[in-house]
T-cell receptor, first 113, second 113 residues
Framework: DQQVKQNSPSLSVQEGRISILNCDYTNSMFDYFLWYKKYPAEGPTFLISISSIKDKNEDGRFTVFLNKSAKHLSLHIVPSQPGDSAVYFC????????????FGTGTRLQVTL | DSGVTQTPKHLITATGQRVTLRCSPR?????VYWYQQSLDQGLQFLIQ???????AKGNILERFSAQQFPDLHSELNLSSLELGDSALYFC????????????FGEGSWLTVV
């Protein structure tokens, strides 16, 4: 049972344009969400997070939006840069457990010149 | 470099064998996590240790076990290996008081033949 879903395995975006990566979840107990970025031969690195009391969190070029009623979150990257090419994982957890992260299957982003 | 060190980076072994994966967390981090990433799968949470004690358990098979030692390094033991155990195994650690932000190692590639 995939509780966190990233339905787009890959995405290609031109440099300078906006990249939008989507994530859906089914577990209504999730109240904290994170995005991780992974380059080949490296471990995932934390990118940005959002708690369920917010609907938007911004950090430089990266913004995460949360729609609790739709159980949907998205990561916007503006403007996209070639160095953003990586696999992006969405993850969710319950703050009460504060340990177990449930990950999606990832979206491979390719930023082209 | 996340500061989390995993050894070995690559391992090839035969079915039925037993292997041990080792993890050194970031300096000062008391929590250690193990995740498994199989082909086309997201990261699956296996187990978490905090200061030597098991804190949370995920979908970890009975053939797998883990422990965290007094010096805080951790080992994941995989026994009676099957072809389906071939995966990338990540260790991660988290700092005190930083909610749900964990730092991943580069992973250990296990291939069972």
């Amino acid at each position: 049972d995939q509780q966190v879903k990233q339905n787009s395995p890959s995405l290609s975006v031109q440099e300078g344009r906006i990249s939008i990566l989507n994530c859906d979840y089914t577990n209504s107990m999730f109240d904290y969400f994170l995005w991780y970025k992974k380059y080949p031969a490296e471990g995932p690195t934390f990118l940005i997070s959002i708690s369920s009391i917010k609907d938007k969190n911004e950090d430089g070029r990266f913004t995460v939006f949360l729609n609790k009623s739709a159980k949907h979150l998205s990561l916007h990257i503006v403007p996209s840069q070639p160095g953003d090419s990586a696999v992006y994982f969405c993850a969710a957890s319950e703050i009460s457990t504060a340990s177990k992260l449930t990950f999606g299957t990832g979206t491979r982003l390719q930023v082209t010149l | 470099d996340s500061g989390v060190t995993q050894t070995p980076k690559h391992l090839i072994t035969a079915t039925g064998q037993r292997v041990t994966l080792r993890c050194s967390p970031r300096s000062g981090d008391l929590s250690v996590y193990w995740y498994q990433q199989s082909l086309d799968q997201g990261l699956q949470f296996l187990i978490q240790y905090y200061n030597g004690e098991e804190r949370a358990k995920g979908n970890i098979l009975e053939r797998f076990s883990a422990q965290q030692f007094p010096d805080l390094h951790s080992e994941l033991n995989l026994s009676s290996l099957e072809l389906g155990d071939s995966a990338l195994y990540f260790c991660a650690s988290s700092p005190e008081g930083v909610l749900n932000t964990i730092y991943f190692g580069e992973g250990s590639w296990l291939t069972v033949v």
